[in-house]
């Protein structure tokens, strides 16, 4: 059963706009969530994460909103860049939780 | 380089050989993860050791497959009598803590070929 879904397998976007990747998760016991970005060849990197006691959270280019009475989440990229294109994996855990949850990704392309 | 890194990155092997990889987590880090990940799916978490106690197991973690972490630093993760259903990727990661702040950095991965 995939507790954490990405139900847009892939996103096109011009260079200079906004991104927008979604995720939706099932467990309400999930209240710590992290995006991470991964290019060919090499692991998952770690990008920002958000807990349930915030709606928002800002590093740069990069911004995670969640909405918790939707269990809904998502990642802001703006302006986006050629060198954002990956794909982009939103995971996430209880808080005394060890098990990561990852949903299936999307993949953004980012058009110069 | 203190990332986190996995050996062999590559490993082809035939079914029913037995097969070990190795982690070396960020030195500080006393918390060590195994995913696999296969084609179109997220990484799908493995096991779990909290220096050289293995903590937590998935179900997805058969008989076949044995992780150890003996002095709490390096991991090892064995599979026996591969099958061609183990073919993934398998991603190795570590962290430092719990809740906000528990950022689980990834190594490389080895690819895992089971002809």
């Known amino acids: 059963d995939q507790q954490v879904k990405q139900n847009s397998p892939s996103l096109s976007v011009q260079e200079g706009r906004i991104s927008i990747l979604n995720c939706d998760y099932t467990n309400s016991m999930f209240d710590y969530f992290l995006w991470y970005k991964k290019y060919p060849a090499e692991g998952p990197t770690f990008l920002i994460s958000?807990?349930?006691?915030?709606d928002k959270n800002e590093d740069g280019r990069f911004t995670v909103f969640l909405n918790k009475s939707a269990k809904h989440l998502s990642l802001h990229i703006v302006p986006s860049q050629p060198g954002d294109s990956a794909v982009y994996f939103c995971?996430?855990?209880?808080?005394?939780?060890?098990?990561?949850?990852f949903g299936t990704g999307t993949s953004l392309t980012v058009i110069p | 380089d203190t990332g986190v890194s996995q050996d062999p990155r590559h490993k082809i092997t035939k079914r029913g050989q037995n097969v070990t990889f190795r982690c070396d987590p960020i030195s500080e880090h006393n918390r060590l993860y195994w995913y696999r990940q296969t084609l179109g799916q997220g990484p799908e978490f493995l096991t779990y050791?909290?220096?050289?106690?293995?903590?937590?197991k998935s179900r997805l973690l058969s008989d076949r497959f044995s992780a150890e972490r003996p002095k709490g630093s390096f991991s090892t993760l064995e599979i026996q009598r591969t099958e061609q259903g183990d073919s993934a990727m398998y991603l190795c990661?570590?962290?430092?803590?719990?809740?906000?702040?528990?950022?689980?950095?990834f190594g490389p991965g080895t690819r895992l070929t089971v002809l």
């Open positions: 050791f909290q220096n050289e106690a293995q903590l937590e």
């Open positions: 995971a996430a855990s209880a808080w005394a939780g060890n098990q990561f949850y």
């Open positions: 958000i807990s349930s006691i915030k």
């Open positions: 990661a570590s962290s430092s803590g719990t809740g906000e702040g528990n950022e689980q950095f």
